[in-house]
């Protein structure tokens, strides 16, 4: 069975970085996508990024977040910059438009 398993969450001040990671057991590549789920809102998604590395973001992640990936390790990356107290969610991964089981996600939260 496929998993998808995300780490690098963690409490952050407002304006720090994280880099978030999205391992795929699978072995085909996908076009991936990153996901982040607020509390009492709906899973969104926030960037996808395609096999050969084309990436889009949502308009409120554009210039601050950058998504990566390693195909060799089929990994898949979200470095988060400049972060501020509205991206606190549980940030998760999935094959974009083919979704598998989710994840647990990882916890991103941004206080002061």
């Known amino acids: 069975q496929v998993q998808l398993v995300e780490s690098g969450g963690g409490l952050v001040q407002p304006g720090a970085s994280l880099t978030l990671s999205c391992s795929d057991s699978?072995?085909?590549?996908?076009?991936m996508g990153w996901y982040r789920q607020a509390p009492g809102k709906e899973r969104e998604l926030v960037a996808r990024?395609?096999?050969?590395?084309?990436?889009n973001y949502e308009d409120s992640v554009t210039g601050r977040f950058t998504v990566s990936r390693d195909n060799a390790k089929n990994t898949v990356y979200l470095q988060l910059n400049s972060l501020k107290p509205e991206d606190t969610a549980v940030y998760y991964c999935?094959?974009?438009?083919?979704?598998?089981?989710w994840g647990q996600g990882t916890q991103v939260t941004v206080s002061s």
């Open positions: 990024i395609t096999p050969n590395g084309i990436a």
């Open positions: 999935n094959r974009f438009g083919y979704n598998v089981p």
């Open positions: 699978g072995s085909r590549i996908w076009t």
